[in-house]
């Protein structure tokens, strides 16, 4: 059993796929930090950082998606679903001046998925 991590919205995934066209590769990473905190943020792929504490939880809409490690320690046990609504978040995420921001749902793993996840390792 393969276990998805991260999922996205048929209308985040259309708002993606208008930024790319905008502005080329992006990358989502979901930090935990200042702005808007734990909101997932779309960045432009050359212009963000990566280190060994971020870990990579799969791809949507053709996008890699990331998280810090710290911040996945917290997060370990969910998987998460990235959506949009209307509204500016206060980060520097792609979105924020077309007046939406991306929001996450998260659900925890079933057994099934905790014991696949386990087998991956």
């Not at 393969?2 to 996205?8: M, S």
């Not at 208008?18 to 930090?31: A, R």
């Not at 209307?86 to 520097?92: A, D, E, I, L, N």
Request: charge should be negative; charged fraction near 30%.
């Amino acid at each position: 059993m393969e276990v998805k991590k991260v999922d996205i919205t048929e209308n985040a995934e259309e708002l993606v796929h208008q930024l790319k066209q905008k502005h080329g590769e992006v990358i989502f990473h979901q930090s935990g930090g200042c702005c808007d905190g734990s909101s997932p943020m779309l960045l432009p792929k050359d212009d963000f950082y990566m280190d060994d504490s971020d870990i990579h939880l799969g791809s949507i809409a053709g996008v890699d998606f990331y998280m810090n490690e710290a911040q996945y320690e917290y997060w370990k046990h969910t998987h998460l679903t990235i959506d949009v609504t209307s509204g500016r978040g206060s980060s520097f995420s792609l979105e924020i001046p077309e007046g939406y921001r991306f929001i996450v749902h998260s659900r925890l793993f079933t057994e099934e998925e905790k014991q696949a996840i386990k087998g991956e390792k």
